[in-house]
Structures are given as structure tokens and as C-alpha cells.
């Protein structure tokens, strides 16, 4: 899967969920900021991945802001609709980005999030990223699939933390 990552206007990566139902991937348009922020401010359940998304709108847009300031930023549509956003933003940590996403409660569990991470990964390789870093409750049993499937491994240290910690070197990893 190779989504353009030139500065553009691409066209996105269509993929299937688990029902059959088409999602569309594409690259952060300042057009979607509108729709980003009604999906964060209707997101739920809120705070619940290390305070993120924040629950007041006010804060929402602070951390907007500050996330789309850099970094890769992911649409995932279905139907028209903002179901996801996933996205790397840098870190300390030269060549290294810090991974999210967050997907609407209803479209959980249909292979969309996999297929997002996917999407991600590859881009941020695109992109010229080193590797990827992002943090998981160990009990999250489907996020912590979801990151495997699209080659992130945990750093053994952090695997009993409440916050467990998970990396993906993108210069080991080929494309999926």
C-alpha cells in the first residue's frame, strides 16, 4: 500500500472492513480540520488513552493545534464520514515519531484500525522516518494485535507498566 506523500492533493487508499464496507485513507487536508474536531469533540470514550483526546472543547483544539503542527497526519472516511485519525508526530528522539490513532467506537473490531496502522507505517517510511513509538495498556488485547500485525514490538522493560511501550524500527521492517 503506498499512499502519496508529496504535498499535493493524493488521492487515497480504499480498503475494505471486515463487513465489506469501504474506508477511504488519506493524508490530512487543511479542509478536514472542521470534520477532525467535530470527530474529537464526539469522540468517547475521552481520556481514556493517557488523557487523550482531552474531553473539553477548548483543550480539543489546544491539542489540535499543537498535533497537526507536525508530523504525518491520516484520514480514515467511510461513507464520506471521518471514522479515524491516526498519526506520528516527532519526538526527542532524532528520526524517531511517536504514534497514535483513534478510530469512532463503532467502527472498532472490523480490521479498519489494522488496516490504518498499516497505511501509517508505510507512509512514515515514505516519509524517511527512522522508526515508531507508541504506548498501550498491555491489556488492550486488540490494539496491542492490531500494533503486532503492523510490526510494532514491544520494549520488553515496559511490558508490566499499566502504560506498556511498543517501537517499530522502519529500517528493519519492509513494506506491508
Not at 41 to 47: I, L, R, V
Not at 56 to 63: A, S
Not at 76 to 90: K, Q, T
Not at 102 to 116: C, Q, S, Y
Request: glycine share 10%; aromatic share 10%.
Amino acid at each position: 500500500m503506498n499512499i502519496h506523500t508529496d504535498m499535493g492533493d493524493p488521492p487515497g487508499i480504499t480498503v475494505p472492513d471486515k463487513r465489506g464496507k469501504t474506508v477511504e485513507v488519506c493524508l490530512f487536508h487543511p479542509a478536514d480540520r472542521g470534520p477532525l474536531l467535530r470527530f474529537y469533540e464526539d469522540f468517547q470514550p475521552k481520556n481514556d488513552a493517557q488523557g487523550l483526546p482531552p474531553s473539553h472543547p477548548i483543550r480539543i483544539r489546544q491539542w489540535i493545534n499543537s498535533i497537526l503542527a507536525g508530523g504525518l497526519h491520516l484520514i480514515a472516511r467511510r461513507d464520506g464520514e471521518l471514522i479515524g485519525h491516526a498519526f506520528v508526530v516527532p519526538t526527542d528522539e532524532p528520526g524517531i515519531g511517536e504514534y497514535a490513532i483513534f478510530l469512532r467506537e463503532d467502527t472498532r473490531g472490523f480490521g479498519v484500525g489494522t488496516a490504518l496502522n498499516r497505511i501509517a507505517v508505510d507512509a512514515a517510511r515514505d516519509m524517511g522516518w527512522q522508526g515508531l513509538w507508541l504506548t498501550v495498556e498491555p491489556k488492550n488485547r486488540s490494539a496491542v494485535r492490531s500494533y503486532e500485525n503492523a510490526g510494532f514490538r514491544f520494549v520488553r522493560k515496559t511490558v508490566f507498566w499499566r502504560d506498556a511501550e511498543m517501537r517499530l524500527d522502519l529500517q528493519q521492517q519492509t513494506k506491508t
